[in-house]
């Protein structure tokens, strides 16, 4: 069993910036892809970012380039810098873990966290 928490989420301008943090307790975390999804009110859960056990890390089209997925295993931490953001990044953002080897479609992952909301005005 894993039990993941995220937090850093809130209320910012257009252009601003936030870090999300998602903890993770239980199973070794190293053997984990962990991915980052975001759901917005009448919307699928869409994938964000992925960082897989080798350490490559992948993006969705529409963040890269403003978002950057980073992992520190001493902490059994994975953060989600997001800057640049915009009204349409408002959302309920994820974090994930897989024993599996990850990917973009959200069935792939074995744990969830609670989410954190992310609101962006203009």
């Known amino acids: 069993q894993v039990l993941l928490v995220e937090s850093g989420g809130g209320s910012v301008q257009a252009g601003g910036s936030l870090r999300l943090s998602c903890a993770a307790s239980?199973?070794?975390?190293?053997?984990?892809?962990m991915g980052w999804f975001r759901q917005a009110p009448g919307k699928e859960r869409e994938f964000v970012a992925i960082?897989?056990?080798?350490?490559?890390?992948y993006y969705a089209d529409s963040v890269k380039g403003r978002f950057t997925m980073s992992r520190d295993n001493a902490k059994n931490t994975v953060y989600l810098q997001m800057n640049s953001l915009r009204p349409e990044d408002t959302a309920v953002y994820y974090c994930?873990?897989?024993?599996?080897?990850?990917?973009?479609?959200?069935?792939?992952?074995?744990?969830w966290g609670q989410g954190t909301q992310v609101t962006v005005s203009s």
């Open positions: 960082k897989i056990r080798g350490g490559s890390t």
């Open positions: 994930a873990a897989d024993l599996g080897p990850g990917g973009s479609s959200a069935s792939t992952y074995d744990y």
């Open positions: 239980g199973r070794t975390f190293v053997n984990y892809a």
